[in-house]
């Protein structure tokens, strides 16, 4: 089973309002993702989470902040967004280096900040 | 660094007819290289990739890729298209520089399939 969830599938919030994105896989992997993608765009990469802790952050503005409570949760925390953070926000997780790491992606959750 | 370029953002055959996707990239090291697929307000779905061996990768719903180093490319190809082959493909490559072996996607190339 190579499969990601996210929840919830769509999410629209006002630039007051707080909510959370979340992500589960069960696959024993120790690498997560959290991923940015605008239409008609590539993804682009916001949070890298190994072995439950934060490794990597692209300069994400604090606004978003992202948890990893166990290694097969992810969660994307939301507060005070502008509406340019409307987008399709994507999560992953990476199998080891001798399952060729493999990144596997959540279905998304499509986000529009009114 | 490594780097991927996706040649042609839009792409049109018609039903029945061969589908090829290109993709070069640039790397220092040897790649790890990936093709995905999004369909419309959904997420990425791994076609295939290639990580060493062999140089030509088979993949799901009849796609492959074939690795050459001398030309730095990794084209997706297909023998007849389907309408359900309509999507967005992109090509990727593993980062080595940094982030915990992310990747480091192309601009992406958008397939219309014509019946």
């Known amino acids: 089973d190579t499969e990601v969830t996210q929840t919830p599938k769509h999410l629209v919030m006002g630039m007051t309002n707080k909510k959370s994105l979340k992500c589960e896989q069960h696959?024993?992997?120790?690498?997560m993702y959290w991923y940015k993608q605008k239409a008609k765009k590539p993804p682009e990469l916001m949070f890298v989470?190994?072995?439950?802790?934060?490794?990597i952050n692209e300069s994400v503005p604090s606004r978003f902040s992202p948890e990893c409570p166990n290694s097969s949760l992810l969660n994307l925390h939301l507060h005070a967004l502008q509406p340019e953070d409307s987008a399709l926000y994507l999560c992953?997780?990476?199998?080891?280096?001798?399952?060729?790491?493999?990144?596997?992606f959540g279905p998304g959750t499509r986000l529009t900040v009114l | 660094a490594q780097s991927v370029t996706q040649l042609g953002s839009h792409v049109s055959v018609s039903e029945g007819a061969l589908v090829l996707l290109r993709c070069n990239y640039s790397?220092?090291?040897?790649?790890?290289l990936f093709w995905y697929v999004q369909y419309p307000n959904q997420g990425l779905q791994l076609l295939l990739k290639?990580?060493?061996?062999?140089?030509l990768v088979k993949g799901i719903n009849g796609f492959e890729a074939e690795f050459k180093k001398s030309e730095t490319s990794f084209h997706l190809t297909k023998p007849s298209a389907h309408m359900s082959d309509a999507a967005e493909y992109f090509c990727?490559?593993?980062?080595?520089?940094?982030?915990?072996?992310?990747?480091?996607f192309g601009k992406g190339t958008k397939l219309s399939v014509k019946p």
């Open positions: 990727a490559v593993k980062n080595y520089g940094g982030s915990q072996g992310n990747l480091i």
């Open positions: 992953a997780s990476r199998g080891a280096e001798g399952q060729g790491d493999t990144q596997y």
């Open positions: 790397s220092s090291v040897p790649p790890y």
């Open positions: 696959m024993g992997h120790r690498a």
């Open positions: 290639y990580t060493t061996g062999a140089t």
């Open positions: 989470y190994s072995y439950e802790k934060l490794s």
